[in-house]
């Protein structure tokens, strides 16, 4: 059970120090420049503000259980580091790598031991806690509803797939976002000018910080861990600060034209999408990966997809839009790396799948219209004869239920009068969709008499 979990003093940190202990001059950046208090975490204001349950938990000292959601790098750690130094709780950490059903429960039952002896709460840190077993996490779930610790569970996975149910609706679900990218430039700022950082050892040029902030992608322990490599080789050839080709050669990775809020995302979104449009997956492809190397956020791009499988697939291939929303499902639960082969699937699928715009067009026309004011009253025979006093007014006289005629379809007028031979949907014969102009033409045929 040893180096499994361990507990120490208030405001002391478990598992030998990893998360509030003062961290030693050659710990990596990332770890030095860890937040010590709430004011000086960076971004996830929502957070932060008076009154909210994380702002609760540490400066009113409440008890709650909170399971902390968000990609890598996004404060889930550094946040259970301020929970051990800023409360008079007992801190435990467990490890959800190592650690088994029996180790759970011990720790739970120490907490409960804790307690009773001594009226002095535990807050049990888990890391990961998705790798947890179904066991193990329902483990966690008598000390959680009895309130013998204080759970703060961390994951980057989708918690609705990954946690149990029970302890979801006993835990608060805060979700923590990516970092923006003037978050990375503060975190960024702060390593170059604080004393546990660089100390202002060295500068960093303008194109090298904008390039460190493109890869870091929204995850601050990237950033540090890009930015201390870069000032490393920067030391090494005698450099007081470190330019572009410093930072590209540090990180292996050249810098990507591409600003996420100017000329560039538009521009290459543009081209993205029109090489789709235009079958060519091998422009689609390139396109994809110079957003996602830039650090273009994948959830944009994922659903940027969803929209153009129905305006520009539409029924000529049907599976266009589960494909485009399975991607962006799987966007949501994996995240980055993974994800991208999950989006570079789905674009070859939509770049390849036959083309056609009738969707668009189908509601583009009948908005027109609307907004023309041809919006007519709903013909008697449709509307609403269910309730007292409908059928005096003439609601549903003469209806024809359609599962009563012939091929299912009955000949009588759906639309208003004023649109009553307006045509909206023309389907082209391209694709799966040359079957459903074919019978749309019939059913229409059908419907209208003719």
Not at 12 to 32: C, K, N
Not at 34 to 52: D, F, I, S
Not at 89 to 101: N, P, Y
Not at 378 to 383: A, Y
């Amino acid at each position: 059970m040893e180096g499994l979990f361990d507990a120490v003093p208030s405001g002391r940190a478990a598992g030998g120090g990893s998360l509030s202990t003062a961290p030693h001059a050659s710990a990596p950046l990332a770890v030095r420049m860890r937040p010590r208090a709430l004011e000086e975490l960076v971004g996830q204001q929502q957070l932060r503000a008076e009154g909210a349950p994380l702002h609760q938990l540490i400066e009113g000292d409440r008890s709650m259980s909170l399971l902390l959601w968000g990609p890598p790098g996004t404060g889930k750690t550094t946040i259970a580091a301020i929970v051990s130094q800023q409360t008079n709780r007992r801190f435990v950490e467990v490890s959800a790598v190592a650690a088994g059903v029996k180790e759970v429960r011990a720790a739970i039952d120490a907490a409960r031991g804790e307690l009773v002896a001594g009226g002095r709460e535990t807050v049990l840190f888990v890391d990961e806690v998705h790798r947890f077993s179904k066991a193990q996490q329902d483990a966690l779930l008598p000390g959680v509803e009895n309130r013998w610790v204080t759970l703060v569970a961390a994951t980057t996975e989708n918690p609705f797939f990954s946690v149990i149910s029970p302890l979801l609706s006993r835990s608060l679900l805060l979700r923590l976002e990516p970092l923006t990218d003037d978050d990375v430039r503060t975190v960024l700022e702060q390593a170059l000018a604080d004393e546990r950082g660089l100390g202002g050892s060295i500068g960093l040029d303008e194109d090298a910080r904008e390039h460190l902030v493109r890869l870091a992608g929204g995850d601050a322990r990237r950033s540090l861990t890009y930015l201390e490599a870069a000032a490393a080789a920067a030391t090494s050839r005698g450099a007081d600060s470190i330019d572009l080709a410093t930072a590209e050669t540090a990180v292996d990775q050249a810098a990507v034209r591409y600003d996420r809020q100017g000329d560039q995302h538009y521009d290459v979104t543009s081209a993205f999408i029109k090489s789709i449009r235009g079958s060519d997956a091998d422009a689609a492809v390139h396109y994809l990966a110079r957003m996602i190397e830039a650090g273009e956020d994948p959830r944009f791009i994922a659903r940027r997809l969803v929209i153009l499988a129905s305006e520009d697939i539409g029924l000529a291939d049907p599976t266009a839009l589960p494909t485009a929303v399975a991607a962006a499902q799987a966007v949501q639960l994996i995240g980055l790396p993974e994800a991208r082969l999950n989006l570079a699937q789905a674009t070859i699928a939509l770049a390849v799948a036959p083309k056609s715009n009738a969707v668009t067009r189908a509601i583009d026309a009948a908005s027109a219209d609307v907004r023309a004011g041809k919006i007519g009253p709903v013909p008697p025979h449709l509307r609403d004869a269910h309730y007292g006093g409908s059928k005096k007014l003439g609601h549903g006289k003469g209806y024809r239920y359609s599962h009563d005629e012939p091929y299912g379809i009955a000949e009588q007028q759906y639309a208003p009068d004023v649109v009553a031979d307006a045509t909206y949907y023309e389907p082209t014969a391209l694709g799966a969709e040359a079957a459903v102009k074919e019978r749309w033409e019939r059913i229409r045929r059908l419907i209208r008499g003719r």
